[in-house]
């Protein structure tokens, strides 16, 4: 029997999740967590098999949570099921330690053979990000801007091409509008780019927009 625990803000999502998995014999759903607080609770408490995680709650989310609960527990396999598009974060959760990355329209008819894949101690990834992995360890002098980014820098950067203002973002990672600010700069240095309009504009030409970038 698979032993999971789903991370999600979101009530109808993790009842959905729940419905999706009780045709599953082998796999039970053992524990929910709704921000990353409740999330590394879980993970201390142990005694279940595989974390199914949302990449966006809040309290502490994203790259960061993935990376605590690989250093709390180093061997849980951790699913990311997530609105971002694979594009934007797949590459950098499995860096992170993430065993498998699955978008939520996909959770109808993919997530039960994720979660037995990624349980099983295989990866659960497309052939996409499999390539795109690959590349980054062939040539990875050759990466696109956006890609030198930090995790941290990442993070703003989607959610300022999707709108936010400093002080949403600031609210959303918990940081201060300051350092908002700082990462913002070091983007556009980063990238070489001196405007917000700029770095909009090579996000929509790469695909990197995301309407539900807030979860």
């Known amino acids: 029997m698979i032993r999971i625990v789903i991370a999600d803000d979101h009530t109808i999502m993790r009842e959905g999740l729940k419905r999706i998995l009780e045709g599953a014999e082998d796999i039970t759903v053992v524990g929910e967590a709704t921000n990353g607080f409740e999330v590394i609770d879980c993970v201390r408490k142990g005694d ?35 609105m971002h598009d694979e594009e934007q974060y797949a590459v950098r959760t499995i860096r992170a330690g993430a065993q498998g990355y699955l978008t939520k329209e996909s959770a109808g008819t993919q997530l039960v053979s994720a979660i037995r894949r990624v349980a099983s101690g295989r990866p659960y990834i497309s052939a996409q990000v499999a390539e795109q992995l690959a590349l980054n360890i062939m040539s990875p002098t050759k990466e ?40 913002k700069t070091r983007i556009q240095q980063k990238m070489q780019m001196q ?20 979860n």
């Open 144 to 183: 696109l801007p956006h890609k030198q980014l930090s995790d941290r820098e990442f993070e703003v950067f989607t959610l300022l091409v999707n709108g936010r203002t400093l002080t949403e973002i600031g609210e959303q990672l918990h940081l201060s509008v300051k350092t908002v600010s700082t990462h």
């Open 195 to 214: 405007s917000l309009s700029e770095i909009i504009q090579y996000a929509v030409a790469h695909n990197l927009l995301n309407s539900t970038s807030g």
């Open 48 to 82: 279940f098999d595989l974390l199914l995680l949302d990449l966006s709650m809040p309290g502490r989310n994203g790259i960061d949570l993935i990376r605590q609960v690989k250093t709390e527990a180093p061997k849980l396999p951790v699913l990311i099921l997530t």
